[in-house]
């Protein structure tokens, strides 16, 4: 899906995913952050970002066969 401004199409895709990922990743390193403080395990931290890692790699692989898929 693209919307046009200027005359150029601009894929939404990316720019929603973008925005849905920051706002999980910031709740997610929050609660990591206070799970960590109210348990003194630091493994929380770890955990979290490397969810996070795998869930962006994961999107990310999936926007660009999107787009391989749109541009054949």
């Not at 109210?38 to 890692?53: H, M, Q």
């Amino acid at each position: 899906m693209a919307t046009m401004l200027f005359g150029l199409a601009l894929p939404i895709r990316p720019g929603v995913f973008f925005t849905r990922v920051d706002a999980i990743a910031n709740m997610a390193v929050i609660l990591s952050g206070i799970a960590v403080i109210v348990t003194g395990i630091r493994f929380f931290d770890l955990a979290i970002g490397g969810a996070i890692g795998v869930y962006v790699i994961t999107e990310a692989v999936g926007i660009l066969r999107e787009a391989r898929e749109a541009k054949s």
